[in-house]
């Protein structure tokens, strides 16, 4: 069974990185789709984070990580998912995911939305309070996997952004 992971990832979390672990053991094959937003500004670009992804999960069996534009379910149906996969922090996340996952059936009836809550050590964890403990200077080492505190730290210290190899 194959579950696809939507999401920006603008970091990658360890939030992010435990849902995709969970899903590898209970369905096997996990597609981490990269959303590439062309309304939003991300604060990396969309080959970093995808390398980001890749080298965090490098460990895992059953990982592609792809990007893609556009509608969730079309990305699932051409990336012949079963599910797709969301996480939950908090109760303010389950409105927004319910409302997320009632778009998405209507919009493709062959997809269920399968919601996974996050460990409670990670529940606090978000990609925007990442970026804001990193662009103030504080360690983000407990939050993301290596190669992102890294550059966050590059990009941070230097106010240059990264490319895919990590070089400014």
Same mark, same amino acid.
């Given at each position: 069974?194959?579950?696809?992971?939507?999401? #920006?990832?603008?970091?990658?979390?360890?939030?992010?990185?435990?849902?995709?672990?969970?899903?590898?053991?209970?369905?096997?094959?996990?597609?981490?789709?990269?959303?590439?937003?062309?309304?939003?500004?991300?604060?990396?670009?969309?080959?970093?984070?995808?390398?980001?992804?890749?080298?965090?999960? *490098?460990?895992?069996?059953?990982?592609?990580?792809?990007?893609?534009?556009?509608?969730?379910?079309?990305?699932?149906?051409?990336?012949?998912?079963?599910?797709?996969?969301?996480?939950?922090?908090?109760?303010?996340?389950?409105?927004?995911? !319910?409302?997320?996952?009632?778009?998405?059936? #209507?919009?493709?009836?062959?997809?269920?939305?399968?919601? !996974?809550?996050?460990?409670?050590?990670?529940?606090?964890?978000?990609?925007?309070?990442?970026?804001?403990?990193?662009?103030?200077?504080?360690?983000?080492?407990?939050?993301?996997?290596?190669?992102?505190?890294?550059? !966050?730290?590059?990009?941070? /210290?230097? *106010?240059?952004?990264?490319?895919? /190899? *990590?070089?400014?």
């Amino acid at each position: 069974m194959r579950v696809l992971y939507p999401g #920006s990832f603008d970091p990658l979390t360890f939030g992010h990185l435990d849902l995709i672990q969970r899903a590898c053991e209970l369905f096997g094959g996990v597609v981490v789709a990269v959303l590439k937003n062309p309304a939003k500004k991300p604060t990396f670009d969309l080959e970093r984070r995808l390398h980001q992804i890749k080298m965090a999960t *490098g460990h895992l069996n059953g990982v592609e990580t792809i990007s893609f534009e556009g509608l969730t379910v079309s990305c699932a149906r051409a990336n012949k998912a079963d599910l797709i996969l969301r996480g939950l922090r908090a109760m303010s996340d389950f409105e927004y995911e !319910l409302q997320i996952a009632h778009t998405n059936r #209507s919009l493709d009836a062959d997809f269920e939305t399968i919601f !996974l809550a996050s460990e409670a050590h990670h529940s606090f964890l978000s990609s925007s309070v990442v970026k804001e403990v990193a662009r103030f200077g504080g360690t983000v080492a407990h939050m993301v996997p290596e190669i992102v505190a890294r550059d !966050l730290e590059r990009l941070f /210290n230097s *106010g240059e952004s990264t490319n895919q /190899n *990590g070089e400014h």
